[in-house]
């Protein structure tokens, strides 16, 4: 309601008609006989329609091969916590799924490698993208299973990019800092770029160290965060903040980006589509202004990391292993589905089973009418600019904790607050 009223309020939008047919839903017979109960937490997906398509299709399965399967869905922010709590009691979820890496908890968990052979065999070869985000090198384990990821481009209000000069929106850090103060300054409408303890600060902090030449480690895994490159990144993040930004950008939780921009309050946000998807079907005249860039070029580098990072793993006391197992693969296998009925959030972690993805990159399926259909073509190119969190080296359980615990945006927070000089 209060987005709506913000923007005067729209009838109902029309999707345009799309030729584009929806995947065909496919089957393999179990190895094993499979029996039990299968209980799958989740989080409660940005694009509601993933969730709608997602429990009667698990249930399905579960019913075609004897296994009573349940699905629970919880807010994104409260499922690291709830993994500790039913790990602790020793009891809870079968398979639990986060959209960021979980190598903390690999003590507690199943490996996956036995699912890792039996899947790259099956589809190909993972992107080593999701096979960083998954697998610890140091023990040779797959602590959990990422078939599938998200891009994490920007997402600009193009009208007021154009009244800046760059229509085509920033493609450098300096254009963002020189066009979103002016934005700023002549509209008071804000940079979208979080200081807080959530997922799209952790995001954006990781994104401007990379591009500025720094990382939290090298490539062998030893602690490098402490750089002349870092210490640029961490004056650029205080110069934006006193030009583009206001102190709410402390406070925020993972969806105030999505719902600033919406609400027409935002410039620039770096984010997946969902606030644009969500957009689409509430405020239609914001949606068709909304368009996206790839990561900004910096100094040294054009990186961004996923925005989001499927990791399914299967805790210690889990009493269905095989049907959790067994249940993945079939996931995998329809991850056409899976992009089709997120519409388009989802991406592979297997690419050769989704071939037409650049195709309805191309031409967005659930382009509105009289929308721009070719916005989402950006994104052909999310595997040459898009990094594993622990890059150059993998997501392991010292990166897991350091994103668990916020340590970049709050690095960043505190100089931009002024409590502490970059150095």
């Known amino acids: 309601m209060a987005l709506a009223a913000a923007c005067g309020g729209n009838d109902t939008p029309a999707q345009r ?34 969730d709608t398509w997602f429990d009667p299709f698990a249930q399905e399965w579960g019913e075609r091969v004897g296994v009573n399967v349940t699905v629970d869905h919880i807010d994104v922010t409260n499922i690291p916590a709830r993994i500790s709590s039913e790990i602790s009691a020793g009891e809870g979820h079968d398979l639990i799924q986060m959209i960021a890496t979980l190598s903390q908890f690999e003590p507690s968990v199943n490996s996956m490698n036995d699912l890792m052979d039996e899947a790259n065999n099956r589809f190909g070869e993972q992107l080593p993208l999701c096979q960083k985000s998954s697998f610890n090198p140091t023990t040779e384990n797959y602590y959990a299973y990422a078939p599938a990821w998200t891009p994490d481009p920007g997402d600009y209000r193009k009208s007021l990019w154009e009244a800046v000069d760059l229509p085509d929106g920033p493609s450098t ?23 807080s303890q959530e997922l799209d600060s952790n995001m954006y902090a990781r994104a401007l160290i990379w591009s500025f030449g720094g990382s939290v480690q090298d490539e062998n895994e030893e602690l490098v965060l402490a750089s002349d490159d870092t210490i640029a990144a961490v004056t650029y993040s205080k110069e934006l903040f006193d030009a583009a930004m206001t102190e709410e950008v402390f406070a ?10 919406i609400a027409g309050e935002l410039s620039y946000i770096l984010n997946s589509i969902s606030a644009w998807r969500t957009a689409q079907e509430n405020i239609p005249d914001i949606a068709k202004d909304i368009f996206f860039v790839p990561a900004l070029e910096g100094p040294k580098a054009a990186l961004a990391a996923q925005h989001v990072m499927y990791n399914w793993i299967s805790p210690k ?9 067994e249940f993945l693969l079939h996931y995998t296998a329809n991850l056409p589905v899976v992009a089709y009925e997120s519409k388009l959030y989802d991406f592979p972690g297997y690419p ?72």
């Not at 017979?29 to 937490?41: F, H, K, M, N, V």
């Not at 925020?252 to 921009?261: I, M, R, V």
């Not at 006391?317 to 197992?325: E, G, K, L, Q």
């Open 173 to 195: 850090w300096d254009e963002l800092l020189e066009g979103g103060a002016r934005i700023f300054s002549d509209t008071e409408t804000q940079m979208g770029l979080g200081l």
């Open 317 to 325: 006391f889990s009493t269905n292993v095989d049907a959790a197992h």
């Open 17 to 50: 008609d799309s030729n584009v047919p929806r995947p065909e839903e496919t089957f393999t017979e179990p190895a094993t006989q499979l029996s039990g109960d299968l209980r799958i937490l989740l989080w409660s997906h940005f694009v509601p329609n993933h």
């Open 352 to 423: 050769e089973l989704v071939p037409d993805l650049n195709e309805w990159l191309d031409d967005d399926p659930f382009a509105l009418e009289g929308d721009d259909v070719t916005k989402l073509e950006p994104l052909k190119t999310a595997v040459d600019w898009a990094v594993n969190l622990g890059y150059p080296g993998p997501a392991n359980p010292a990166i897991g904790e350091i994103n668990g615990t916020f340590l970049l945006p709050n690095m960043l927070a505190r100089v931009a607050r002024g409590q502490q000089e970059p150095e």
């Open 252 to 261: 925020w939780n993972p969806a105030s980006n999505n719902e600033g921009l």
